[in-house]
């Protein structure tokens, strides 16, 4: 699919059906993410792929237990999605380190669509960190998580601000 398409199609996919991700699907959106630029090279991120339904069903449950009802939707996405994704990084210098990684999970969203995989990039999930840290005995510092599966429900496009609204120009 052209890139300019892949851009204006993708959405932040809620709902999932049962059908599994490959690995190979996976892997495939991952290594795209790992071609994004990074801050003096530096390659931060690290992913632990979760597409065991118990250990999702317990990471939803965590951050259901933990938020209530605001972070109701986004815990059953955790359950509910063939793969999730949780993006860590091995953080020296923070701001340059976390845009390293924003980008890397860009690429993932849009590779994602390109191979006709729903994505939700998760930002919920850095409440519930120090438990994840301590269940994956993962010492770096939790960015995000991304939802990966197939899906039947095709969200419509969300209003954007237009390039006026965001932009000066001197």
């Given at each position: 699919m052209e890139l300019s398409k892949v851009m204006e199609e993708r959405r932040s996919v809620r709902?999932?059906?049962?059908?599994?991700?490959?690995?190979?699907?996976?892997?495939?959106?991952?290594?795209?993410?790992?071609?994004?630029p990074s801050a003096h090279n530096r390659q931060p991120w690290h992913f632990i792929v979760v597409d065991n339904l118990n250990l999702k069903k317990e990471i939803g449950d965590a951050l259901e237990n933990k938020m209530g009802d605001i972070a109701k939707v986004t815990s059953d996405v955790i359950r509910d999605c063939s793969t999730l994704v949780l993006v860590f990084a091995d953080i020296t210098d923070e701001i340059m380190d976390i845009q390293s990684v924003g980008a890397c999970i860009e690429n993932i969203v849009l590779r994602a669509k390109d191979l006709d995989v729903a994505s939700l990039w998760i930002g919920y999930i850095l409440n519930i960190e120090k438990e994840l840290q301590r269940k994956f005995s993962c010492d770096k510092k939790l960015i995000a998580a991304v939802a990966l599966g197939y899906t039947d429900h095709f969200p419509s496009k969300r209003p954007r601000k237009t390039l006026e609204e965001v932009s000066e120009w001197y």
């Open positions: 709902h999932y059906n049962d059908k599994n991700l490959d690995k190979r699907i996976v892997c495939d959106i991952l290594n795209y993410g790992i071609m994004a």
